[in-house]
């Protein structure tokens, strides 16, 4: 499989788990999910984790997973790359995935001391991938054994600190976002 194959793969395949950072960016707000509990003086996972925004996120990457599907034979045709079909189990394992991921990094920030909005370097920009990637093996195994090949996976760990950097920027300098990163 050549270079651009590898790539356009994996951004396809993970698409359904970016966009729900995204969407809960927009979409958050309301009632925090841990109910404004603390553990040991820190809370849970802060008003950062919202119901609202995890719902909105999961059905955000979902409704796209399901458009993917949708557009796969035109966009393979056009691409001249064989797109993988999302399963259902799979158009929720993602974004499901990608918004637990979150919420496990915030529920380790604060339990490391750092207060809402705070960086974790490497944390931040690679905790939804790693958990929308394994919720997906466990929705679909062969699936993801089929789709998520060695260079495909490597793409993805690359590739993906670098649009979740970028496109933060981005809605940090629309005034979306508090925090750039
Ligand atoms: N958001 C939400 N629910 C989620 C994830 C995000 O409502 N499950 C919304 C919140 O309004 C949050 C914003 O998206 O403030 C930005 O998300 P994120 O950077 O993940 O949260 P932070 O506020 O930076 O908090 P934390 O330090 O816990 O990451
Ligand atoms: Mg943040």
């Known amino acids: 499989m050549g270079v651009f194959e ?3 793969i994996a951004l396809w395949a993970m698409l359904p788990a970016y966009v729900p950072n995204n969407a809960a960016v927009l979409a958050g707000g309301g009632r925090p999910i841990d109910g404004g509990r603390t553990w040991n003086g820190d809370r849970l996972l802060g ?3 919202t119901w609202r925004g995890t719902a909105m996120g ?5 409704a796209l ?3 993917l599907n949708a557009v796969r034979g035109a966009s393979s045709d056009l691409l001249g790359v064989g797109l993988p079909e999302f399963p259902l189990a799979v158009v929720f394992a993602l974004p499901t995935g990608a918004m637990l991921g979150d919420i496990a990094a915030s529920f380790l920030k604060r339990r490391t001391g750092r207060q809402r909005g705070a960086a974790f370097p490497g944390v931040d920009q690679l905790d939804f991938v790693v ?3 394994l919720l997906s093996f466990l929705a679909a195994p062969d699936w993801f054994g089929e789709v998520f090949t060695i260079p495909v996976l490597v793409v993805v760990v690359v590739v993906t600190p670098l649009l979740h950097l970028s496109t933060n920027a981005i809605a940090y300098a629309l005034g979306l976002k508090d925090e750039p990163y």
């Open 65 to 67: 997973a399901l458009v």
């Open 58 to 62: 999961v059905l955000a990457g979902a």
């Open 131 to 133: 958990f929308a990637l």
């Open 47 to 49: 008003d950062g984790k």
């Open 6 to 8: 590898t790539v356009v």
